[in-house]
């Protein structure tokens, strides 16, 4: 099963996709529908970030994570974030999340930041 690591930039055709997995996973239930998700995560906004790495195995999507300018607002000195780091449940178990962080950490490097923060897990704790 071929791999490949894509941004929502490159390929904006997936961000209905993105969009829905976020709003599932994260924000149903939170005051955001998922029309206001996909207006959001559709919207180019200039800069690195937000920027969401999107896994396609076999040319379909199997999981995403993104890069964010904030995560926690009561630490924005932490920034930037690995954020919304999710995988389908049938692309579960097969090493998808390391493979989606550590694109997202790349991304990270190249704008110039060290990798990103991540809830749960002290910035330089690898955790």
């Given at each position: 099963m071929p791999l490949a690591?894509?941004?929502t930039s490159d390929r904006p055709d997936l961000v209905p996709v993105t969009a829905r997995w976020r709003w599932e996973a994260f924000l149903?239930?939170?005051g955001r529908s998922l029309a206001e998700v996909t207006a959001t995560e559709t919207a180019r906004v200039p800069g690195p970030m937000p920027r969401t790495v999107v896994l396609l195995a076999d040319d379909e999507p199997v999981g995403?994570?993104?890069l964010a300018?904030?995560?926690l607002e009561t630490r924005p000195d932490l920034t930037p974030w690995l954020?919304?780091?999710y995988v389908g449940p049938p692309a579960r178990?097969?090493?998808h999340a390391?493979?989606?962080v550590a694109a997202v950490e790349a991304e990270a490097r190249s704008c110039g930041s060290t990798p990103?923060?991540?809830k749960g897990s002290t910035p330089g704790s690898g955790g």
């Open positions: 690591l894509v941004t149903r239930g939170q995403m994570a993104s300018a904030r995560d954020a919304g780091v178990g097969r090493g390391v493979r989606l990103a923060a991540r």
